[in-house]
């Protein structure tokens, strides 16, 4: 079974330019995480959606930032306009019925 | 709000030797989750070690075992037999049965493991 898929493994991107970071969660996992990642940081849970229906964006750290979750398959957080303090890894995550999480690879965003 | 404290920022173990990362945290609920990822160069977070707070029984997995304290609020990791692969960041995690999915993440530990 795939575990949970992210793409870009990588972005570069120049300050102001939109970022979509996209995810597939675990057949099945009927809850989706965002974090984030940084040293000064650490895991910063962003927001979570539970069948679909974002229930805590509590994290989300600015309006710059959005997640959606359009169907049980797929997600993505867009952070529009971007900016260097953003530069972070960013880990998409699924569970079943909130146990035990599964990670994605993250995706390394560098904004110049 | 609950929080998880790693002391140690780094450990370094001898290969075939046992290495204990410490975790405590703080919580005012007397029934939780406390899970135990590992982060190898690779990036991606793996589960090691779970741990429910109504079992008094310690979890174990392989060569890896926690050492559970409930009213000190511990929750340390035992490594026996490291290895190579071991080498990595390890992140204590608390996860509250009350808000599912209040999972909190501990700074972690970077671990090495000298050949």
């Known amino acids: 079974d795939a575990g949970v898929i992210q793409s870009p493994r990588h972005e570069v991107t120049e300050m102001g330019q939109e970022v979509t970071l996209r995810c597939k969660p675990i057949?099945?996992?009927?809850?989706l995480f965002w974090y984030r990642q940084t040293m000064m940081r650490g895991l910063e849970l962003l927001i979570y959606?539970?069948?679909?229906?974002?229930?805590?964006d509590s994290g989300m750290p600015e309006d710059r930032f959005s997640a959606k979750m359009p169907n049980a398959s797929f997600s993505t957080l867009k952070i529009q306009p971007s900016e260097p303090r953003d530069s972070a890894v960013y880990f998409c995550?699924?569970?079943?019925?909130?146990?035990?999480?599964?990670f994605g690879e993250g995706s390394r965003l560098t904004v110049l | 709000a609950q929080t998880v404290t790693q002391s140690q920022p780094e450990m370094s173990v001898q290969e075939a030797e046992t290495v204990t990362l410490s975790c405590t945290y703080d919580?005012?609920?007397?029934?939780?989750?406390l899970f135990w990822y590992k982060q190898p160069p690779s990036r991606q977070m793996i589960l090691v070690i779970r741990?429910?707070?109504?079992?008094?029984q310690n979890a174990t997995e392989n060569r890896f075992s926690v050492n559970f304290q409930k009213a000190a609020k511990s929750f340390s990791l035992k490594i026996s037999d490291s290895q190579l692969g071991d080498a990595a960041m390890y992140f204590c995690?608390?996860?509250?049965?009350?808000?599912?999915?209040?999972?909190?993440f501990g700074a972690g530990t970077r671990l090495t493991v000298k050949p």
């Open positions: 995550a699924s569970s079943y019925r909130g146990w035990e999480l599964f």
């Open positions: 057949s099945g996992h009927d809850y």
């Open positions: 959606f539970n069948n679909n229906v974002p229930i805590d």
């Open positions: 919580t005012s609920e007397s029934d939780y989750y």
């Open positions: 741990q429910e707070a109504y079992k008094q």
């Open positions: 995690a608390y996860r509250s049965t009350y808000n599912n999915n209040d999972m909190r």
